[in-house]
């Protein structure tokens, strides 16, 4: 069955970086767009960015674009997010998220936290 299981939260201070990992298993990874959302507390899921699976089509929302890079390595069916610039208005739980024969799939979520 479809599995994604996000890493790489964690607590980081304002102007930091981070790198959240996306392991996916159970559907031939390269072949869907995936996608990272976000979820912060007291506020609705918001989409992130996502990579088609050949990876030349990128979308980023507004609050991600020239701070956020989002990547995949099909060798190693892993989606990445690398995150800079961050600002206490990133923290929230990070989410791995791919549409598969018209059903939708989550990980768990990794939490990010930008605090000083």
């Known amino acids: 069955q479809v599995q994604l299981v996000e890493s790489g939260g964690g607590l980081v201070q304002p102007g930091g970086s981070l790198r959240l990992s996306c392991a996916a298993s159970?559907?031939?990874?390269?072949?869907?767009?995936m996608n990272w959302y976000r979820q912060a507390p007291g506020k609705e899921r918001e989409f992130v960015a996502n990579?088609?699976?050949?990876?030349?089509?990128?979308h980023y929302a507004d609050s991600a674009k020239g701070r956020f890079t989002i990547s995949r390595d099909n060798t190693k069916n892993t989606l990445y997010l690398q995150m800079s610039s961050l600002k206490p208005e990133d923290t929230a739980v990070y989410y791995c998220?791919?549409?598969?024969?018209?059903?939708?799939?989550w990980g768990q979520g990794t939490q990010v936290t930008v605090s000083s």
């Open positions: 998220y791919v549409r598969r024969n018209y059903v939708d799939y």
């Open positions: 990579i088609e699976g050949t990876g030349p089509v990128i």
């Open positions: 159970g559907f031939p990874f390269s072949v869907y767009t």
